[in-house]
């Protein structure tokens, strides 16, 4: 079973930065994709951002030019790195890996609010 452990969310003010990180059990290099999802209340669970095996990367156009996704194979942790946060990213952000299954991590809360 692989566990993925998120951390790195908070309370930031509109404008912060955070990073958030996402650690597997086993070596990320096995899974095909990884992802960041959120989930804001009372929304569907939404696609941030994407980054292949080979590094290629994709996000929501809602992240784009302020939020990064990397992954350090050798620490098997990608990262979230945002910047510019507005008050519509608060949100619970989940890590997703995807090779023959699909696993979840447990979620780590984003507020942002002044």
């Known amino acids: 079973q692989v566990q993925l452990v998120e951390s790195g969310g908070g309370l930031v003010q509109p404008g912060g930065s955070l990073r958030l990180s996402c650690t597997a059990s086993?070596?990320?290099?096995?899974?095909?994709?990884m992802r960041w999802y959120r989930q804001a209340p009372g929304k569907q669970r939404e696609l941030v951002a994407h980054?292949?095996?080979?590094?290629?990367?994709n996000y929501a156009d809602s992240v784009k030019g302020r939020f990064t996704i990397s992954r350090d194979n050798a620490k098997n942790t990608v990262y979230l790195q945002m910047n510019s946060l507005k008050p519509e990213d608060t949100a619970v952000y989940y890590c997703n890996a995807r090779s023959a299954l699909e696993y979840w991590g447990q979620g780590t809360q984003v507020t942002v609010s002044s």
């Open positions: 980054i292949s095996n080979g590094g290629s990367t």
């Open positions: 086993r070596s990320i290099f096995s899974f095909s994709a």
